[in-house]
């Protein structure tokens, strides 16, 4: 896919980097030059705008987009304007980054495809990790249950993933488990990346050291697991 990424602060650089070592193709503008070159080197091509000049927008290729996200962060009304005229242009498929509950409210007045909320979501995924005592991803799948994505603790190291059974051991349900290794995005730029585990191909597998494992389940099992009850 084609992305147009507005705002290359640390999200939105954050964002254009993963995007572009997943093997899309990203563009990038931002109205500052310090931004624009810690990027340029990973992305596909990247311009030097005020991205609320309409003018300005329109040396963008718009119509060539699949789609449009505007990370704006610091300035709440930069980021409206650069919405507004992005709907002005055309664009059909936007994504906006809201830093308030009145920035989110002003964005969905404008009926776009996805508001974002990085701050609110992190510090929110960050009380689960700190619930669960463990240095973990979690993502809120109703008020009791998550799904946690966690380095492979010391306890399983070894141990073939056939023989655990994380349901009748732990009350916690497997999703998947990914290894590291080392890739190359259309640039060259060599980033680690992780690679999900064939497991019905090779039932021998054993839990290694840089492994990630996901489950499913309460945050009360989850930490009882870490606890290694």
Same mark, same amino acid.
């Given at each position: 896919?084609?992305?147009?990424?507005?705002?290359?602060?640390?999200?939105?650089?954050?964002?254009?980097?993963?995007?572009?070592?997943?093997?899309?193709?990203?563009?990038?503008?931002?109205?500052?030059?310090?931004?624009?070159?810690?990027?340029?080197?990973?992305?596909?091509?990247?311009?030097?705008?005020?991205?609320?000049?309409?003018?300005?927008?329109?040396?963008?290729?718009?119509?060539?987009?699949?789609?449009?996200?505007?990370?704006?962060?610091?300035?709440?009304?930069?980021?409206?304007?650069?919405?507004?005229?992005?709907?002005?242009?055309?664009?059909?498929?936007?994504?906006?980054?809201?830093? #308030?509950?009145?920035?989110? %409210?002003? !964005?969905?007045?404008? /009926?776009? =495809?996805? +508001?974002?909320?990085?701050?609110? @979501?992190?510090?929110?995924?960050?009380?689960?990790?700190?619930?669960?005592?463990?240095?973990?991803?979690?993502?809120?799948?109703?008020?009791?249950?998550?799904?946690?994505?966690?380095?492979?603790?010391?306890?399983?190291?070894?141990?073939?993933?056939?023989?655990?059974?994380?349901?009748?051991?732990?009350?916690?349900?497997?999703?998947?488990?990914?290894?590291?290794?080392?890739?190359?995005?259309?640039?060259?730029?060599?980033?680690?990346?992780?690679?999900?585990? #064939?497991?019905?191909?090779? %039932?021998? !597998?054993?839990?290694? /050291?840089? =492994?990630? +494992?996901?489950?499913?389940?309460? @945050?009360?099992?989850?930490?009882?697991?870490?606890?290694?009850?």
């Amino acid at each position: 896919m084609r992305y147009l990424i507005i705002g290359l602060g640390i999200y939105g650089e954050n964002l254009a980097r993963d995007l572009a070592d997943m093997g899309h193709e990203v563009i990038g503008a931002d109205i500052k030059q310090s931004h624009v070159d810690a990027v340029k080197d990973y992305i596909s091509t990247v311009y030097i705008i005020d991205s609320t000049e309409e003018s300005a927008l329109s040396v963008l290729p718009l119509d060539n987009i699949d789609l449009a996200i505007v990370a704006i962060g610091e300035n709440f009304g930069a980021s409206i304007r650069t919405v507004a005229l992005l709907k002005k242009a055309g664009v059909k498929h936007i994504y906006a980054r809201a830093i #308030d509950k009145l920035h989110e %409210s002003i !964005l969905e007045s404008f /009926e776009i =495809d996805r +508001i974002i909320t990085p701050e609110q @979501r992190a510090a929110a995924d960050l009380t689960h990790e700190m619930e669960l005592g463990s240095e973990i991803r979690t993502l809120g799948v109703d008020e009791d249950n998550v799904v946690a994505s966690f380095k492979a603790p010391a306890f399983l190291l070894g141990l073939p993933y056939a023989e655990i059974d994380f349901m009748q051991r732990y009350g916690l349900e497997f999703v998947a488990a990914t290894r590291t290794r080392e890739k190359r995005n259309i640039l060259g730029i060599v980033r680690p990346e992780p690679v999900l585990l #064939d497991l019905r191909a090779d %039932s021998g !597998l054993a839990v290694g /050291e840089t =492994d990630i +494992i996901t489950l499913f389940g309460s @945050r009360k099992r989850l930490q009882n697991f870490f606890e290694g009850k």
